[in-house]
């Protein structure tokens, strides 16, 4: 139990539209990262946020995109799905200078 | 640009015997070294950490050791027990991104 809930845990979605996947964030950690895993790959860095702004962007495009609340909850934000976004999707929450990040049980999308 | 690199897709390894799961890596700047271990339809779960400065740390049954001129990480894990069937990943961070290898599935034989 590492305290970071995903939400929903499985998502089907038609190539075109638009979904935001949630995330809770464990208790007093501040930094929250996305993650994309597509099958038989280790999981792949979308990008980080930190006190309510991104901080680090790995190499998708700018239909991702995310928020992070005051509560340092987080959403991430897909447009024009793809048939490729399928993937389960992974969040991540750490403090900063810590040498973990503890993984939510991520969110299974499905892109038809 | 593969930073991260597991080889070996796959291990078996009979229990109670030493598992030994290897990684490469390629950039220099990481400054921790993570392995997170995967079982289906859950997130990873963080296993051990080694800072880039130590050579070797150790929890219990699992033991990691880096070889920085090697550029060369290594998880021990003894004895192997048939919970340890899973995917294992090993993963490099710098500042709060962490780059994950493509894993290796360790399966326990009884």
């Known amino acids: 139990e590492t305290g970071v809930t995903q939400s929903p845990t499985h998502l089907i979605k038609t190539r075109g539209q638009q979904v935001t996947l949630r995330c809770s964030s464990q208790?007093?950690?501040?930094?929250v990262s996305w993650y994309q895993q597509a099958l038989g790959q280790g999981p792949q860095f979308i990008f980080q946020?930190?006190?309510?702004?991104?901080?680090g962007r790995g190499n998708f495009p700018p239909r991702f995109s995310g928020l992070q609340f005051p509560n340092y909850s987080s959403e991430l934000n897909v447009n024009a799905l793809e048939l490729d976004d399928s993937a389960l999707y992974l969040c991540?929450?750490?403090?900063?200078?810590?040498?973990?990040?503890?993984f939510g049980q991520g969110t299974r999308l499905t892109v038809v | 640009d593969q930073q991260v690199k597991q080889n070996s897709p796959s291990l078996s390894v009979q229990e109670g015997r030493i598992s030994i799961l290897n990684c490469d890596y390629t950039?220099?700047?990481?400054?921790?070294f993570l392995w997170y271990k995967k079982y289906p339809a859950e997130g990873p779960t963080f296993l051990i950490s080694?800072?880039?400065?130590?050579d070797k740390n150790e929890d219990g049954r699992f033991t990691v050791f880096l070889n920085k001129s090697a550029k060369h990480l290594s998880l021990h894990i003894v004895p192997s027990q048939p919970g340890d069937s899973a995917v294992y990943f090993c993963?490099?961070?710098?500042?709060?991104?962490?780059?994950f290898g493509k894993g290796t599935r360790l399966h326990i034989l009884p």
């Open positions: 991540a929450s750490s403090l900063p200078g810590t040498g973990s990040s503890f």
């Open positions: 208790s007093g950690h501040n930094t």
């Open positions: 993963a490099g961070r710098r500042g709060d991104k962490i780059i």
């Open positions: 950039n220099s700047m990481f400054d921790y």
């Open positions: 080694i800072s880039s400065i130590k």
């Open positions: 946020y930190y006190r309510e702004e991104e901080n």
